[in-house]
């Protein structure tokens, strides 16, 4: 089983930065593929990126490329998400998520593990 704890999140306002970090612990997750989702309200889950195990080919949504960044420490097992130039459309829950598959996937029916979620809020 793997565990996802996810953290960082908060309330900013437009044109902040906020880091997510989200940590992972459990049989093999250090060699899943991780990445973060988000979830407006009454809105569907949606991607916002994933890194392979190795810290290597991060993969966004084109609408998040230029303004967030993911990065992963793999000794501590670990994924970031750096979110600059924050916009109230940005306000969200962010989850993390983890997928055994060998190759990044944006669909959200292929991450089997899931953190709790966390509130980030953008005040305009």
């Known amino acids: 089983q793997v565990q996802l704890v996810e953290s960082g999140g908060g309330l900013v306002q437009a044109g902040d930065s906020l880091r997510l970090s989200c940590a992972a612990s459990?049989?093999?997750?250090?060699?899943?593929?991780m990445g973060w989702f988000r979830q407006a309200p009454g809105k569907e889950r949606e991607f916002v990126a994933a890194?392979?195990?190795?810290?290597?080919?991060?993969t966004y949504e084109d609408s998040m490329k230029g303004r967030f960044t993911i990065s992963r420490d793999v000794p501590l097992n670990t994924i970031y998400l750096q979110m600059n130039s924050l916009k109230p459309e940005d306000t969200a829950v962010y989850y993390c998520a983890a997928t055994s598959r060998r190759y990044i996937t944006m669909r959200r029916d292929e991450y089997a593990y899931w953190g709790q979620g966390t509130q980030v809020t953008v005040s305009s």
């Open positions: 890194i392979s195990w190795t810290g290597g080919s991060p």
């Open positions: 459990g049989r093999g997750s250090s060699n899943y593929i």
